[in-house]
């Protein structure tokens, strides 16, 4: 895969499949935790404060909103709050065997120091880290 081809998005989610093994859980925020603001009469802004969620276009049915929904994946690649789950992810001792002589998360410190952090912005880092993890899994990202 050429990582400087992939859109963010692309990126993010083949860090949340590879890596993160992540899945979609429903927010356990409770009404506390929702933030409203009517558009017009049908439509209506929600902003969930526990998990980042947003809707444009939240639904009202009989003048009640309804606001479960899931927790957004994280956008690994485009944030260090994001990119510091992969880190942690990456720095857990392995549960399950591993293709080759040396454990992930051993070739994860080996990319991570080679990719030289001190040099990057913040978003780079955040990029840097999760080609790091990808590559540290076996996933070919150039
Ligand atoms: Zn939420």
């Not at 944030?79 to 880190?87: E, K, N």
């Amino acid at each position: 895969m050429n990582w400087e081809e992939m859109t963010p998005e692309q990126k993010d989610a083949l860090v949340a499949e590879k890596v993160m093994e992540w899945r979609p859980t429903l927010c356990e925020a409770t009404e506390k935790d929702i933030f409203y603001a009517a558009e017009s009469a049908e439509k209506v802004r929600i902003h969930c404060s526990k998990c980042g969620y947003q809707d444009r276009e939240g639904i009202i049915y009989r003048g009640k909103i309804y606001w479960v929904h899931s927790v957004p994946q994280p956008r690994y690649t485009q944030g260090m709050d994001a990119a510091w789950l992969v880190v942690e992810k990456m720095s857990e001792i392995p549960t399950k065997p591993w293709i080759g002589e040396l454990p992930p998360n051993t070739w994860f410190m080996h990319y991570f120091e080679k990719a030289s952090l001190w040099a990057c912005s913040a978003e780079e880092a955040a990029e840097e880290i999760c080609k790091a993890a990808l590559q540290a899994l076996g996933v070919d990202v150039k």
